[in-house]
């Protein structure tokens, strides 16, 4: 019994992985033979699963929307209150959580019965996130991606690119990425014969096409690789201290290529503006007895104008209660460093 009642999951999982199975697939996936497969979804079925059957050689097993949820121990108000809490959850941007978010809601909505898709819906349309620095993500992009990932359907959009390029794209999806603020699609892109990683935000046009493709390997994702994807501002720097503090103080997801020299270190470093990378290699250097070097390359010259900005900025700063002290910004940056420990409001 044990055997059968996990078997029936099993059956149930991959019936929720994807839009429709032939019974061979499913038969051979299980380790069993189709007569088994067709019990096991009378089972489903008779525990309230809405799975649909089409006969002929083109037919096979879905799990469609019924009238009712199937049995998850959720009421009406919980489901709804479940797809809301997911909603925000996927567009949090915060790695592991809200890809098991977009995951969980992409199961979650394919077995939603009308009604409660409607109201789902409606609460989506009629609430707003508070402004945030971040690019906003359409939901619905997201769940378009993540539908014809597990379809396997080709993806066709507009592109544009950091330096302002556009083109159009027909890609494979593979897998849906979150680093930090943002959402990428790692895809094989079939017009460059490659996998490529892009910014949703970047996308427009997006269009999920009825055409199929056999899924390959996704590669594993190096994000040290998309640097210039994931960054408006990218430069290379060099000091003359040892890698391994440069390694301490930069976040290897914005940091790449670092390496040791016979005077000290190379590396580059991304930002989303100009002025963030003036003020994170102003951090970095701010109590080692090196100057952070700019090598002669593209876009230098905007690195060094935030810094003047900011210069400028310090010296108008003035000390509370005496106009005439001077600011030592050195010691003012290395106890902003100790007071990052302390709990904040």
């Known amino acids: 019994m044990a055997e059968t009642t996990h078997r029936v999951l099993r059956l149930l999982g991959l019936l929720e992985s994807r839009t429709s199975w032939q019974g061979q697939e499913l038969a051979d996936r ?32 879905c799990l469609g929307a019924g009238r009712g949820l199937p049995p998850l121990v959720l009421d009406d108000d919980e489901a709804v209150a479940m797809v809301a809490c997911l909603r925000m959850a996927a567009l949090s941007g915060t790695d592991e959580i809200g890809e098991a978010a977009l995951r969980a809601l992409t199961k979650l909505d394919q077995v939603l019965p009308p009604r409660l898709r409607a109201v789902a819906s409606a609460l989506d349309d009629a609430t707003r996130a508070l402004p945030r620095t971040r690019p906003a993500v359409d939901l619905r992009v997201l769940q378009q991606l993540a539908t014809a990932q597990r379809d396997r359907t080709l993806v066709r959009f507009g592109y544009r690119k950091a330096d302002g390029e556009t083109s159009l794209r027909e890609v494979e ?7 930090g603020e943002r959402w ?3 895809a094989y892109d079939r017009g460059r014969q490659d996998w490529r990683v892009f910014r949703l935000d970047r996308m427009d046009e997006l269009r999920v096409t009825s055409w199929s493709f056999a ?10 690789r998309d640097l210039e994807e994931r960054f408006e501002c990218v430069l290379r720097f060099e000091m003359a201290v040892d890698v391994s503090r440069v390694a301490r103080r930069i976040p290897a997801a914005f940091r790449e290529e670092l390496e040791a020299t016979a005077t000290g270190c190379l590396f ?36 060094r104008s935030a810094c003047d900005r900011i210069t400028r900025q310090m010296q108008t700063l003035v000390v509370a209660g005496d106009s005439s002290a001077p600011v030592d910004v050195r010691r003012q940056a290395s106890a902003a460093e100790a007071d990052d420990t302390a709990p904040r409001a």
């Open 30 to 61: 299980l380790g069993v033979t189709e007569r088994t497969v067709r019990r096991d979804v009378v089972r489903l079925r008779e525990l309230g699963y809405p799975v649909e059957g089409e006969r002929g050689l083109d037919g096979g097993y």
């Open 173 to 179: 999806p593979g897998r849906l990425i979150t680093q």
């Open 184 to 186: 990428y699609l790692q």
């Open 215 to 224: 899924p390959k390997a996704v590669p594993p994702h190096d994000q040290h």
């Open 268 to 303: 580059r470093v991304g930002a989303l503006s100009w002025n963030v990378l003036a003020w994170e290699m102003l951090g970095v250097a701010r109590d080692l007895e090196s100057p952070v070097r700019v090598p002669a390359q593209p876009h230098a010259e905007a690195f």
